[in-house]
Structures are given as C-alpha cells and as structure tokens.
C-alpha cells in the first residue's frame, strides 16, 4: 500500500508517476478524494469529542456552583453531542472502509529507473548468457517428449488424477526435481536464512503482500477456514515480521525457503499449458530480503545475482529482462525477469521474477525496524525466485538430449543423484 501522505500532499506528481503504470487519472483521484474526506471526518470527531469534554466540565462547575438550570441545559446539549458523534463516529468507519479499498486495490508506484511503457513489448533485454545460435535450429524436441520417452513424465496419469495443469515425474524425473529444491537451497545457504514455512495462511498475511485484492480470481482458498493455499513462498515469509519493529542491527533479513505454490491460472486456457511451462501446483525456493532504505539498491544487485547464479551453474543460456513500468507486477517498484531459453518449445520461458517492493509491502504489514534514538520506520522489501524449479527442470530435460536419447544431467546436480550423470530409458 503506498503511502497516503504522497497522494494527499503530493498529487499532481503521483497522477505522473501512476501514469507510467497506466494507472488512470479517476482511479487516483478517487483514492485521494476518500483519504481527503476520512481526514475531514477525523477532524470533525475530534472536534465533537472535545466539546462533549467541555459540555462534561461544564456541568460540573454548574452542579458544583448550584446552577442547576445551567446543567440541565448543558445535558441536553451534551446528549445532541453525544447522537452527533455517534452519527460522525459511524461516516468515519465507513470512510476508513471506504479509503482502504480503495487504497488496496492501486499498485505501487514505479521506480524511476524502471523503463517506460505499457505493454510487454517494451520490456528492454538488459543482457544475454550462454547464447548460442544453435539453439535457434532445428531438431530440438519438447521436454513433454523426451521425458516421455525416458519414462519419466506421466501426464495422463496427470490428468487422471487432477486434471489438467499438473505433473506427475517418475523415478530418476522426480528426483531430478528434487534435486534441483536441494541445489537451490545449499548454494544460498552462507547468505540466507533457511524457513520452513506454512502452505497456507491467514487472509491478513495475503493480504500484506499485495495477493489480495488484485488476485483472488488466481488463488486457492479454503472452503471450511481462513486459509489460502500459497502462490508462493514470499508470502509466508513476508508475514514472519508482520506487525513487528526491528532493530537497525539486524537489518538486513535475508531469508530463504522451499515451498510448494498453488495458483488457479484464470485466463491461462490454452496459453504455454503443455508440459511443465505452466501449472497450478510447483515447486520453488524462494529468496526474501528485508532491509533499510539506504541498503535497498545493493541488497537488489545482489539478490539478482544469487537469481541468476543456478542458471550459470547449470550451464542454462538466459536473459536478464527489465520491466516496464505497464508490466511490472502489482506491488513492485521494479522488475528484473531472468528468463531461460528452452530450444524444444522455441521460447524464452520465465524462471525468476525479481522484485523491488520498497515500502508497499511492509506498509501493508506493519514491517518495521529502528534505528537507535529514533522513531520506527517502515523496512524495504526485495523478494526472487532462487529457482523455480518446473521450467528449469523443462530446460534440463531439452538441452540435456543427447543422440542416443539418453538427457545429460548438469555436473553440479550429480551429488544429489546419487552420482549419476544421465537419465536414460526406465
């Protein structure tokens, strides 16, 4: 949630800044237009609530002196005060209602580095690794058949048991996924904190990301509880500081987790479904940073390049994309994509999406910290995708064929198969 104070001070330069985001003028101005009318209903029940303390000692000093006509007429005018701030007290919860609705439903403003532009097709390719021209050939096959072939990707018991947009992996295919959880997590091990955290959380946790709202039609929620199966690991680890205050010392939080993520996909019929492109339930680890705001920039460049090691490891061609400000996600500020080419489906496929949150989200979670002989102020929030683990293992599975039909398997992934180095036939 931004903050309120920038739209009410500030407004011409927020309808700018909103603007880049395609962000129309009436949305903005109806955000302001509540906060301008819940501030004017403060003032007014607080002005009410100072005259019911006059009325109060106005009585007393009459009561006190003997003047009884004059409290019974001050009661009077105190029980028309008190129907008065009845009647305030109730505008104002309903213009409080009525301005965080609003107020839930605007993104967050766009970094100023963030390139203009509305559409996807303004993104800017900020560099490329790995690439090479074979890769744009022919005789490239999708993972779904290769691993098919090898026994190890079963889609029509997929769809047997839940439909479609689910995977079922075989032997040596589910333990290379697994693998790859366990690769993704030990090689950030020195810098972050390993979570193990809940799948599914309180409405007020989903709400502190920036989920709820915007994408409710995407998630998973249950019928009986308060619960909403996760679409990723940032919001359990988002809502490990929810309503806290942190010492300056400890920032910045670096934290990392394993999780399974639930996502309905609406509108996604028909559009990258085939294989493991595109599913309702997959596996990720995620990073997850908390820090001051003079450490957010270094703590970005930083969380990019843990995002894009694993693909350099794996021996992956990617590309690093940068966002513009119409695509980027709803609470960022900013938005670098790490995207992984995979020849068999002839498509860069996004792997990571790492995000600078800046104050959005710990506003929405009351995330503070503070600094020694000062008030608390609000953290800064980065978050990315570690890996990601169904297209990478896609990607794997189609740069890994080898003439004989046999995938190789990357060196750094050998340990954790038990040393062997391809899959072959089952």
Known sequence: MIDRNVLLNDFD?????????????????EARDAAVARRQLIRKVEDLRADLRRRS?????AMKAGRRDDAER???????????LARGEDELRAAEERETYLFLRIPNFPSADAPDGLTEEDNVVRSIHGWDDRYEGDGWLPHWDIAARLGVWDQERASKISGAMFAVLRGDGARLLRALVSFGLDINRPRYTEILAPHFVKTETFVGTGQLPKFEAEAYRMRDDDLWAIPTGEVPLMGLHREEILPEEE????????????????????????????LHEFHKVELLKLCTPEQIDQEY????????????????????????????????????????WCP????????SSVGMFTDFQTRRGNIRFRRAG????????LNGSGLATPRVWAAIIEHGLQPDGSVKIPEPLVPYMGGKTVLTPA
């Open 74 to 84: 001050a009661k009077a005018e105190q029980a028309e005060l008190k129907a008065q």
């Open 374 to 381: 000062h008030k608390p102020e609000l953290a800064q929030a």
């Open 251 to 278: 920032m910045p939080k670096r934290y990392m987790t394993y999780t399974v993520c639930f996502r309905r996909e609406a509108g996604s019929a028909g559009k990258d479904t085939r294989g493991m492109q595109r």
């Open 13 to 29: 330069e927020s309808v700018r800044r909103y603007a880049r985001r395609g962000v129309p003028l009436e949305t903005v101005a």
């Open 57 to 61: 000692e106005e009585i007393g000093a």
């Open 301 to 340: 460049d930083a969380l990019l390049a843990d995002c894009a090691r694993p693909l350099e490891l794996l021996g992956l061609p990617y590309r690093v994309v940068d966002l513009c400000c119409g695509d980027l996600t709803f609470s960022s500020a900013r938005v670098f994509d790490l995207e992984v």
């Open 344 to 351: 068999g489906v002839r498509r860069w496929l996004e792997v």
